[in-house]
Structures are given as C-alpha cells and as structure tokens.
T-cell receptor, first 111, second 115 residues
Framework: KQEVTQIPAALSVPEGENLVLNCSFT??????LQWFRQDPGKGLTSLLL?????REQTSGRLNASLDKSSGRSTLYIAASQPGDSATYLC??????????FGSGTRLLVRP | DAEITQSPRHKITETGRQVTLACHQT?????MFWYRQDLGHGLRLIHY???????NKGEVSDGYSVSRSNTEDLPLTLESAASSQTSVYFC??????????????FGQGTRLTVV
C-alpha cells in the first residue's frame, strides 16, 4: 500500500528565504507526482505536476523534482513571500489514477 | 475556462437524513473522485469513477454512494447521515493520457456538518 510522507509538518521562515519541502513515497511505481497548495478554508490549487518520465518541473519561483528510484520529491520555493503562506500537499498518483496524499507542510512566511 | 464546481459550499443536516453533494466539471475528464478531508487523517478517497456508468469504492466508502450518468457530474450521496461524516468534501477530476494521469483539478469543497 502506497504511503506518502511530508517533512516537515510545519515551517516558519522569514521573508526572502529559499526553502525546500520534502515528500517521500513508499512505492516507486507511480504515474506522476503532483504538488498542491491549500489556503485555510479553501480548495486545493494545483502547483506542479511531474510525470513519471520527468525529473523536474518549474513554474515561476517554484521548482519540483522527482526521484522515483529513491521515492522522493522536493518542492523548492525561491525568495519566499508572505503570500506563499499556506499548506502544501504532495500526492502520488497510482496506476489507477488515484491520488494518495501526504499530510502536508504548513508554511508560514514572516514579513 | 474549464472548471470544477461543487454545491452547496456549506450544509448542515440532521442525523439520519439523506444528503447529496453535487460536483460538476467542464474539463471533459473521464476520471472523477470524491475525497474527504479531516484533521489528523488528511485527504481520503471515498468513491471514484472512470467514466459514464462506472463507479468504484475508495478507502472510506461505507455510508456513501455515487452515480455517473454523464461525463460532467458525479453526485455524492450520504444514505443516512452520521456525525462521523461531518467533514470537508472535495471533488476532483483528471484524465488519462498515454497511460499516465493528467493534472488533477479540485473543486472548492463542501463543508458538511451533521448534527
């Protein structure tokens, strides 16, 4: 059974810092890995999708990498801003197109 | 723009009542999913569908049912609401491309309270 773990559970950083969020999964037979952002009381917003054949994806200040062999993905946020404060979720898609979620990292960027 | 919408956004119901939560997507995606999100449990899969007339049970399907009569809609029904079903419910859709899944999109959620 696929298990997805996110470390750290919470993170507080001053504005401007570069930071890395970690996601690990136990079964390397995934179709893709997707990162989401969730603001309090809101839905999930897709940030980046990395297909199993890809190693990384970039969007603006965000960069996500995928290493299937080691069961790891990282989300790199450059020059963090207070508006980046949210919960970040990673999800591994299995061969049935179902998403298995980690428990998330709560990020606070202090002005 | 294509989107996925849920209704209602908030609902309070009484124990034992039947409740239906709506989900409508205009992405023309074949795959649709219902998740619930609870503190301490994260997001858990309730039911999912790969297309019209197809439905499948997820991790926490007891007490829930879905039906898929067209591509756009996957309503979630709570047969007899229980307090344990108080939660935030999310609908999602995705597609299959070349054997791999495409980006999944989520609705804004329905906050259901069972009293």
């Amino acid at each position: 059974k696929q298990e997805v773990t996110q470390i750290p559970a919470a993170l507080s950083v001053p504005e401007g810092e570069n930071l890395v969020l970690n996601c690990s999964f136990t079964d390397s037979a995934i179709y893709n890995l997707q990162w989401f952002r969730q603001d309090p009381g809101k839905g999930l917003t897709s940030l980046l999708l990395i297909q199993s054949s890809q190693r990384e994806q970039t969007s603006g200040r965000l960069n996500a990498s995928l290493d299937k062999s080691s069961g790891r993905s990282t989300l790199y946020i450059a020059a963090s801003q207070p508006g980046d404060s949210a919960t970040y979720l990673c999800a591994a898609e299995d061969s049935s197109y179902k998403l298995i979620f980690g428990s998330g990292t709560r990020l606070l960027v202090r002005p | 723009d294509a989107e996925i919408t849920q209704s209602p956004r908030h609902k309070i119901t009484e124990t034992g009542r039947q409740v239906t939560l709506a989900c409508h997507q205009t992405w023309n995606h074949n795959n649709m999913f219902w998740y619930r999100q609870d503190l301490g449990h994260g997001l858990r899969l309730i039911h999912y569908s790969y297309g019209v007339q197809d439905t499948n049970k997820g991790e926490v399907s007891d007490g829930y049912s879905v039906s898929r009569s067209n591509t756009e809609d996957l309503p979630l029904t709570l047969e007899s609401a229980a307090s344990s079903q108080t939660s935030v419910y999310f609908c999602a859709s995705s597609d299959a491309l070349g054997g791999e899944g495409t980006e999944a999109f989520f609705g804004q959620g329905t906050r259901l309270t069972v009293v």
